[in-house]
Nanobody, 126 residues
Framework: QVQLVESGGGVVQAGESLRLSCAAS????????MGWFRQTPGKEREFVAG??????????AGSVKGRFTISRDNTKPTVMVYLQMNTLKPEDTARYYC?????????????????WGEGTLVSVSS
């Protein structure tokens, strides 16, 4: 069955770093656009970063550009997607979701996604 399993969340102080991982299996995810969304209680889910199926194209939300880096590893049956988060800020606190889409654009839209993970919590204290 399809599984997108996130890991790497935690509690950090402002200015520190975290690396999120997503293990995607159950489909040929090497052909999917992959990405990360995040959500805080009471707010809509927002796009954070996306990466094309071959890793050639990446897109970021303006609020994280220059601080976050998305990457992927298609070399194994379980596709891995990573989000390196540097210089974290309290406003980055959210549940982060790994997402897969058959739409080619790395600028992912919530309405065009196909599979979601359960999410991993990131909390940044000031």
């Amino acid at each position: 069955q399809v599984q997108l399993v996130e890991s790497g969340g935690g509690v950090v102080q402002a200015g520190e770093s975290l690396r999120l991982s997503c293990a995607a299996s159950g489909r040929t995810f090497a052909t999917y656009t992959m990405g990360w969304f995040r959500q805080t209680p009471g707010k809509e889910r927002e796009f954070v970063a996306g990466i094309s199926y071959n890793g050639a194209i990446t897109k970021y939300a303006g609020s994280v550009k220059g601080r976050f880096t998305i990457s992927r590893d298609n070399t194994k049956p379980t596709v891995m997607v990573y989000l390196q988060m540097n210089t974290l800020k309290p406003e980055d606190t959210a549940r982060y979701y790994c997402v897969a889409s058959r739409v080619l654009s790395a600028a992912m839209r919530d309405s065009q996604t196909d599979f979601w993970g359960e999410g991993t919590l990131v909390s940044v204290s000031s």
